[in-house]
Protein backbone atom coordinates (compact mmCIF):
# COMPACT_ATOMS: atom_id res chain seq x y z
CA UNK A 1 0.00 0.00 0.00
CA UNK A 2 2.53 2.27 0.90
CA UNK A 3 4.54 1.25 -2.42
CA UNK A 4 1.27 2.36 -4.19
CA UNK A 5 0.93 5.81 -2.28
CA UNK A 6 4.61 6.92 -3.06
CA UNK A 7 4.26 5.58 -6.83
CA UNK A 8 1.30 8.08 -7.08
CA UNK A 9 2.35 10.75 -5.77
CA UNK A 10 6.08 10.41 -7.88
CA UNK A 11 3.98 9.71 -11.13
CA UNK A 12 1.77 13.32 -10.18
CA UNK A 13 5.40 15.24 -9.31
CA UNK A 14 6.86 14.32 -12.72
CA UNK A 15 3.45 14.71 -14.33
CA UNK A 16 4.27 18.65 -13.53
CA UNK A 17 7.77 17.93 -16.02
CA UNK A 18 5.55 16.16 -18.54
CA UNK A 19 3.08 13.69 -19.82
CA UNK A 20 6.54 11.57 -20.77
CA UNK A 21 8.01 11.40 -17.34
CA UNK A 22 4.57 10.86 -15.75
CA UNK A 23 4.45 8.34 -17.84
CA UNK A 24 7.56 6.35 -17.39
CA UNK A 25 7.53 6.47 -13.58
CA UNK A 26 3.82 5.10 -13.78
CA UNK A 27 4.99 2.50 -16.19
CA UNK A 28 7.74 1.39 -13.63
CA UNK A 29 6.08 1.62 -10.33
CA UNK A 30 3.30 -0.18 -11.98
CA UNK A 31 5.86 -2.99 -12.76
CA UNK A 32 7.16 -2.82 -9.80
CA UNK A 33 3.94 -2.95 -8.05
CA UNK A 34 3.46 -5.98 -10.08
CA UNK A 35 6.28 -7.99 -8.69
CA UNK A 36 5.21 -7.21 -5.81
CA UNK A 37 1.97 -9.05 -5.72
CA UNK A 38 3.45 -11.59 -7.74
CA UNK A 39 5.96 -12.23 -4.42
CA UNK A 40 3.16 -11.37 -1.60
CA UNK A 41 1.16 -14.33 -3.72
CA UNK A 42 4.72 -16.90 -3.74
CA UNK A 43 5.45 -16.17 0.01
CA UNK A 44 1.05 -16.98 0.99
CA UNK A 45 1.74 -20.12 -0.85
CA UNK A 46 5.28 -21.26 0.58
CA UNK A 47 3.46 -20.13 4.33
CA UNK A 48 0.46 -22.58 3.22
CA UNK A 49 2.11 -25.43 2.23
CA UNK A 50 4.83 -24.95 5.38
CA UNK A 51 0.95 -24.94 7.44
CA UNK A 52 -0.18 -28.09 5.76
CA UNK A 53 2.79 -30.10 6.31
CA UNK A 54 2.40 -29.60 9.47
CA UNK A 55 -1.15 -31.59 9.42
CA UNK A 56 -0.33 -34.09 6.47
CA UNK A 57 3.34 -34.52 6.84
CA UNK A 58 5.50 -36.14 3.83
CA UNK A 59 1.89 -36.35 2.41
CA UNK A 60 2.15 -34.79 -0.67
CA UNK A 61 -0.91 -35.79 -2.52
CA UNK A 62 -3.28 -35.30 0.70
CA UNK A 63 -1.26 -31.41 0.53
CA UNK A 64 -2.23 -30.82 -2.96
CA UNK A 65 -5.64 -31.41 -1.81
CA UNK A 66 -5.83 -30.06 1.13
CA UNK A 67 -4.57 -26.69 -0.60
CA UNK A 68 -6.76 -27.17 -3.54
CA UNK A 69 -9.68 -27.75 -1.30
CA UNK A 70 -8.84 -24.19 0.27
CA UNK A 71 -8.63 -22.71 -2.76
CA UNK A 72 -12.49 -24.23 -4.27
CA UNK A 73 -13.86 -23.45 -0.75
CA UNK A 74 -12.60 -19.73 -2.24
CA UNK A 75 -13.36 -20.00 -5.44
CA UNK A 76 -16.63 -20.84 -4.72
CA UNK A 77 -17.66 -17.76 -2.87
CA UNK A 78 -15.62 -15.82 -5.03
CA UNK A 79 -15.88 -17.34 -8.45
CA UNK A 80 -12.64 -18.13 -10.28
CA UNK A 81 -10.85 -15.40 -11.82
CA UNK A 82 -7.29 -16.38 -13.18
CA UNK A 83 -5.03 -18.36 -14.54
CA UNK A 84 -4.55 -20.52 -10.83
CA UNK A 85 -8.44 -20.17 -9.70
CA UNK A 86 -8.68 -21.79 -13.21
CA UNK A 87 -6.01 -24.84 -12.99
CA UNK A 88 -7.42 -25.71 -9.59
CA UNK A 89 -11.09 -26.10 -11.18
CA UNK A 90 -9.67 -28.13 -13.50
CA UNK A 91 -7.92 -30.28 -10.54
CA UNK A 92 -11.48 -30.18 -9.31
CA UNK A 93 -13.02 -31.70 -12.25
CA UNK A 94 -10.54 -34.07 -12.44
CA UNK A 95 -11.56 -35.16 -8.79
CA UNK A 96 -15.19 -36.01 -10.22
CA UNK A 97 -14.03 -38.53 -12.86
CA UNK A 98 -14.10 -41.02 -10.26
CA UNK A 99 -17.58 -41.41 -10.18
CA UNK A 100 -19.03 -44.68 -13.03
CA UNK A 101 -22.68 -43.97 -13.58
CA UNK A 102 -24.67 -47.16 -14.73
CA UNK A 103 -27.82 -46.81 -16.59
CA UNK A 104 -30.10 -49.63 -17.49
CA UNK A 105 -31.86 -48.11 -20.62
CA UNK A 106 -35.40 -49.19 -20.74
CA UNK A 107 -37.83 -46.97 -18.30
CA UNK A 108 -34.55 -45.72 -17.72
CA UNK A 109 -33.32 -43.69 -20.27
CA UNK A 110 -36.27 -44.19 -22.47
CA UNK A 111 -39.63 -44.17 -20.44
CA UNK A 112 -40.76 -47.32 -22.23
CA UNK A 113 -39.89 -50.90 -22.81
CA UNK A 114 -38.16 -50.55 -25.79
CA UNK A 115 -38.76 -54.27 -27.13
CA UNK A 116 -42.57 -54.01 -26.25
CA UNK A 117 -42.69 -51.00 -27.80
CA UNK A 118 -41.20 -51.97 -31.21
CA UNK A 119 -43.71 -55.27 -31.01
CA UNK A 120 -46.59 -52.91 -30.42
CA UNK A 121 -45.70 -51.07 -32.69
CA UNK A 122 -45.53 -53.42 -35.41
CA UNK A 123 -48.64 -55.39 -34.26
CA UNK A 124 -46.93 -58.55 -32.87
CA UNK A 125 -48.26 -58.23 -29.49
CA UNK A 126 -50.54 -61.27 -29.55
CA UNK A 127 -47.69 -63.48 -31.16
CA UNK A 128 -45.17 -62.13 -28.75
CA UNK A 129 -47.26 -63.19 -25.73
CA UNK A 130 -47.89 -66.90 -27.85
CA UNK A 131 -44.15 -67.06 -28.00
CA UNK A 132 -43.61 -66.40 -24.17
CA UNK A 133 -44.99 -69.48 -23.40
CA UNK A 134 -42.62 -71.66 -24.85
CA UNK A 135 -39.32 -69.47 -24.32
CA UNK A 136 -37.31 -66.93 -22.75
CA UNK A 137 -38.10 -63.20 -23.55
CA UNK A 138 -34.32 -63.30 -25.31
CA UNK A 139 -35.54 -66.34 -27.98
CA UNK A 140 -39.10 -64.81 -28.17
CA UNK A 141 -37.18 -61.34 -29.63
CA UNK A 142 -35.40 -63.02 -31.89
CA UNK A 143 -38.49 -65.72 -32.94
CA UNK A 144 -40.48 -62.22 -33.40
CA UNK A 145 -38.47 -60.33 -35.85
CA UNK A 146 -37.57 -63.66 -37.70
CA UNK A 147 -41.48 -63.15 -38.46
CA UNK A 148 -41.64 -59.39 -38.82
CA UNK A 149 -39.23 -60.06 -41.61
CA UNK A 150 -41.16 -62.47 -43.10
CA UNK A 151 -44.09 -60.83 -43.09
CA UNK A 152 -42.22 -58.31 -45.52
CA UNK A 153 -41.78 -55.52 -42.39
CA UNK A 154 -38.08 -54.00 -42.78
CA UNK A 155 -35.55 -52.84 -40.48
CA UNK A 156 -35.98 -49.52 -41.36
CA UNK A 157 -39.88 -49.68 -40.20
CA UNK A 158 -38.44 -51.09 -36.52
CA UNK A 159 -35.94 -48.08 -36.92
CA UNK A 160 -38.59 -45.20 -37.56
CA UNK A 161 -40.30 -46.70 -34.33
CA UNK A 162 -37.91 -46.83 -32.16
CA UNK A 163 -36.77 -43.45 -32.84
CA UNK A 164 -40.04 -42.51 -31.87
CA UNK A 165 -39.67 -44.06 -28.56
CA UNK A 166 -39.94 -41.69 -25.86
CA UNK A 167 -36.21 -40.26 -24.33
CA UNK A 168 -37.40 -37.16 -22.00
CA UNK A 169 -35.58 -34.36 -22.10
CA UNK A 170 -34.33 -34.33 -18.20
CA UNK A 171 -32.89 -37.68 -18.65
CA UNK A 172 -31.19 -35.98 -21.74
CA UNK A 173 -29.66 -33.01 -19.46
CA UNK A 174 -28.83 -35.37 -17.30
CA UNK A 175 -26.80 -37.71 -19.36
CA UNK A 176 -25.08 -34.60 -20.59
CA UNK A 177 -24.56 -32.79 -17.35
CA UNK A 178 -23.19 -36.27 -15.85
CA UNK A 179 -20.36 -36.63 -18.40
CA UNK A 180 -19.64 -32.56 -18.64
CA UNK A 181 -18.85 -33.08 -14.48
CA UNK A 182 -16.16 -35.86 -15.86
CA UNK A 183 -18.32 -38.69 -14.63
CA UNK A 184 -18.14 -41.83 -16.84
CA UNK A 185 -21.48 -42.79 -18.66
CA UNK A 186 -22.11 -46.85 -18.67
CA UNK A 187 -25.41 -49.05 -20.00
CA UNK A 188 -26.54 -51.85 -19.12
CA UNK A 189 -29.37 -53.30 -19.99
CA UNK A 190 -31.34 -56.75 -21.21
CA UNK A 191 -32.67 -54.60 -23.69
CA UNK A 192 -30.14 -55.28 -27.45
CA UNK A 193 -27.98 -53.29 -29.03
CA UNK A 194 -29.13 -52.21 -32.57
CA UNK A 195 -32.28 -51.00 -30.45
CA UNK A 196 -29.89 -48.92 -27.88
CA UNK A 197 -27.97 -47.60 -30.39
CA UNK A 198 -30.49 -46.62 -32.65
CA UNK A 199 -32.43 -44.64 -29.55
CA UNK A 200 -28.77 -42.99 -28.58
CA UNK A 201 -27.37 -42.40 -32.01
CA UNK A 202 -31.09 -40.89 -32.59
CA UNK A 203 -30.91 -38.69 -29.63
CA UNK A 204 -26.71 -37.70 -30.70
CA UNK A 205 -26.44 -39.15 -26.73
CA UNK A 206 -24.25 -42.61 -28.01
CA UNK A 207 -20.48 -40.83 -27.73
CA UNK A 208 -21.06 -40.08 -23.70
CA UNK A 209 -21.09 -43.74 -23.12
CA UNK A 210 -17.96 -45.11 -22.72
CA UNK A 211 -19.49 -48.89 -23.00
CA UNK A 212 -22.67 -50.68 -23.39
CA UNK A 213 -23.42 -53.63 -21.76
CA UNK A 214 -26.32 -55.59 -23.63
CA UNK A 215 -27.76 -58.53 -25.93
CA UNK A 216 -25.93 -58.62 -29.12
CA UNK A 217 -27.94 -57.98 -32.35
CA UNK A 218 -27.21 -57.44 -36.13
CA UNK A 219 -28.95 -57.50 -39.29
CA UNK A 220 -27.78 -60.23 -41.44
CA UNK A 221 -27.48 -60.22 -45.38
CA UNK A 222 -31.71 -61.06 -45.86
CA UNK A 223 -31.93 -57.58 -43.68
CA UNK A 224 -33.45 -59.46 -40.84
CA UNK A 225 -32.42 -58.04 -37.40
CA UNK A 226 -31.14 -61.06 -35.32
CA UNK A 227 -30.75 -60.83 -31.34
CA UNK A 228 -29.17 -63.20 -28.99
CA UNK A 229 -28.54 -63.72 -25.44
CA UNK A 230 -25.59 -61.71 -23.56
CA UNK A 231 -24.71 -64.89 -22.12
CA UNK A 232 -25.65 -67.79 -24.28
CA UNK A 233 -27.30 -69.80 -21.92
CA UNK A 234 -27.54 -72.52 -24.24
CA UNK A 235 -23.53 -73.58 -23.52
CA UNK A 236 -23.62 -72.99 -20.02
CA UNK A 237 -25.80 -71.50 -17.05
CA UNK A 238 -24.72 -68.13 -15.57
CA UNK A 239 -25.84 -69.76 -12.06
CA UNK A 240 -27.94 -66.90 -11.01
CA UNK A 241 -31.13 -67.36 -9.96
CA UNK A 242 -32.13 -64.10 -9.38
CA UNK A 243 -31.59 -63.14 -13.42
CA UNK A 244 -33.26 -64.12 -16.54
CA UNK A 245 -31.08 -67.23 -18.10
CA UNK A 246 -29.14 -64.63 -20.72
CA UNK A 247 -27.93 -62.18 -18.27
CA UNK A 248 -26.89 -61.62 -15.43
CA UNK A 249 -26.07 -58.12 -14.43
CA UNK A 250 -24.35 -58.28 -11.23
CA UNK A 251 -21.10 -60.66 -13.23
CA UNK A 252 -21.00 -57.39 -15.49
CA UNK A 253 -20.83 -54.58 -12.32
CA UNK A 254 -17.93 -57.17 -11.03
CA UNK A 255 -16.15 -56.58 -14.05
CA UNK A 256 -16.73 -53.07 -14.05
CA UNK A 257 -15.98 -52.64 -9.85
CA UNK A 258 -12.66 -54.97 -10.66
CA UNK A 259 -11.76 -52.98 -13.56
CA UNK A 260 -12.54 -49.35 -12.05
CA UNK A 261 -10.98 -50.14 -8.75
CA UNK A 262 -7.77 -51.69 -9.99
CA UNK A 263 -7.36 -47.73 -11.43
CA UNK A 264 -8.39 -45.58 -8.31
CA UNK A 265 -11.23 -44.94 -6.19
CA UNK A 266 -14.46 -45.06 -7.85
CA UNK A 267 -17.37 -44.70 -7.06
CA UNK A 268 -20.65 -46.19 -8.85
CA UNK A 269 -23.99 -44.60 -8.81
CA UNK A 270 -26.44 -47.34 -10.68
CA UNK A 271 -29.89 -46.27 -11.92
CA UNK A 272 -32.13 -48.72 -13.02
CA UNK A 273 -36.01 -49.57 -12.57
CA UNK A 274 -36.40 -53.72 -13.38
CA UNK A 275 -36.31 -57.41 -11.63
CA UNK A 276 -33.06 -57.26 -13.29
CA UNK A 277 -31.43 -54.52 -12.11
CA UNK A 278 -31.87 -55.55 -8.17
CA UNK A 279 -28.98 -58.48 -8.36
CA UNK A 280 -26.28 -56.26 -9.49
CA UNK A 281 -27.80 -53.41 -6.70
CA UNK A 282 -26.58 -56.07 -3.91
CA UNK A 283 -23.14 -56.09 -5.11
CA UNK A 284 -23.05 -51.99 -5.06
CA UNK A 285 -20.75 -51.37 -2.08
CA UNK A 286 -21.00 -48.94 1.05
CA UNK A 287 -19.71 -46.08 -0.76
CA UNK A 288 -21.92 -46.30 -3.84
CA UNK A 289 -25.18 -45.42 -4.51
CA UNK A 290 -28.76 -47.50 -6.28
CA UNK A 291 -31.39 -45.20 -7.70
CA UNK A 292 -34.30 -47.10 -8.46
CA UNK A 293 -37.25 -45.89 -9.95
CA UNK A 294 -40.21 -45.29 -7.43
CA UNK A 295 -43.02 -48.18 -7.04
CA UNK A 296 -41.14 -50.54 -10.24
CA UNK A 297 -40.20 -53.82 -9.43
CA UNK A 298 -37.03 -52.98 -8.55
CA UNK A 299 -37.68 -50.11 -6.21
CA UNK A 300 -40.10 -53.14 -4.69
CA UNK A 301 -37.42 -55.31 -4.06
CA UNK A 302 -35.28 -53.08 -1.95
CA UNK A 303 -37.93 -51.64 0.16
CA UNK A 304 -39.29 -55.10 0.89
CA UNK A 305 -35.94 -55.49 2.88
CA UNK A 306 -33.51 -52.38 2.66
CA UNK A 307 -30.49 -54.15 4.70
CA UNK A 308 -29.54 -56.88 1.61
CA UNK A 309 -27.38 -53.42 0.06
CA UNK A 310 -24.85 -51.80 0.92
CA UNK A 311 -24.81 -48.98 -1.30
CA UNK A 312 -27.16 -46.10 -0.23
CA UNK A 313 -30.80 -45.50 -1.63
CA UNK A 314 -32.37 -42.77 -3.76
CA UNK A 315 -35.63 -43.17 -5.12
CA UNK A 316 -37.13 -41.44 -8.54
CA UNK A 317 -40.08 -41.24 -9.88
CA UNK A 318 -39.88 -38.96 -13.15
CA UNK A 319 -36.85 -37.85 -15.41
CA UNK A 320 -37.25 -34.39 -13.72
CA UNK A 321 -36.78 -36.56 -10.01
CA UNK A 322 -33.55 -38.28 -12.12
CA UNK A 323 -32.37 -35.67 -13.35
CA UNK A 324 -31.73 -33.64 -9.63
CA UNK A 325 -31.17 -36.60 -7.54
CA UNK A 326 -28.17 -37.70 -10.12
CA UNK A 327 -26.91 -34.66 -10.03
CA UNK A 328 -27.04 -34.00 -6.19
CA UNK A 329 -25.44 -37.31 -5.75
CA UNK A 330 -22.50 -36.50 -8.11
CA UNK A 331 -22.40 -33.62 -6.15
CA UNK A 332 -22.38 -35.21 -2.62
CA UNK A 333 -20.02 -38.09 -4.24
CA UNK A 334 -17.23 -35.42 -4.93
CA UNK A 335 -17.69 -33.92 -0.99
CA UNK A 336 -17.04 -37.49 0.24
CA UNK A 337 -14.35 -38.26 -2.36
CA UNK A 338 -12.87 -35.13 -0.95
CA UNK A 339 -13.18 -35.80 2.56
CA UNK A 340 -12.34 -39.55 2.23
CA UNK A 341 -8.91 -38.80 0.60
CA UNK A 342 -8.12 -35.96 3.48
CA UNK A 343 -8.81 -38.53 5.74
CA UNK A 344 -6.63 -41.21 4.70
CA UNK A 345 -3.92 -38.19 4.45
CA UNK A 346 -4.88 -37.98 7.98
CA UNK A 347 -5.43 -34.44 7.47
CA UNK A 348 -7.26 -32.39 10.33
CA UNK A 349 -8.87 -30.24 7.27
CA UNK A 350 -11.98 -32.03 7.72
CA UNK A 351 -14.68 -28.84 7.91
CA UNK A 352 -13.12 -28.12 4.10
CA UNK A 353 -16.58 -27.99 2.12
CA UNK A 354 -16.93 -27.45 -2.01
CA UNK A 355 -19.74 -26.05 -2.33
CA UNK A 356 -23.42 -25.75 -0.44
CA UNK A 357 -26.07 -27.37 -2.16
CA UNK A 358 -29.29 -28.23 -1.57
CA UNK A 359 -29.79 -31.34 0.85
CA UNK A 360 -30.55 -34.63 -0.83
CA UNK A 361 -33.57 -35.82 -0.65
CA UNK A 362 -33.91 -38.56 2.01
CA UNK A 363 -32.52 -41.88 1.92
CA UNK A 364 -34.93 -44.85 2.10
CA UNK A 365 -35.66 -45.56 6.04
CA UNK A 366 -34.71 -48.69 6.99
CA UNK A 367 -36.60 -50.36 9.49
CA UNK A 368 -35.13 -51.48 12.88
MG1 LIG B 1 -35.35 -51.28 -17.17
ZN1 LIG C 1 -27.84 -62.20 -11.14
Known amino acids: MKIVTYADTRTTLEARRG ?14 TGFLLAANGLLVLYIAINLFKVYCGDDWEGLLEAITGSMLRFMHLSGPKDIAELFFLCYFLSLMANIVVMFDFDKTIIDCDSDNWVIDDLGGTQLFDELLKTMPWNSAMDTIMREFHSQGRTVEEITESLKRAPLPINVISAIKSAYALGCELRIVSDANRFFIETILKDHELINYFSEINTNPSYVD ?33 KRIQATTLAGGKKRLIYLGDGKGDYCPSLKLNEEDFVMPRKNYPLWDLIVDNPQALRAEIHEWSNAEELERVLLQLISESVDRTNEDQLKSADCKFHTLQLSSHEALPKALPVPN
Request: proline share 6%.
Open 19 to 32: VRRAFVAAFRSGAV
Open 221 to 253: EEGRLRIFPYHDFNSSTHGCSLCPPNMCKSAII
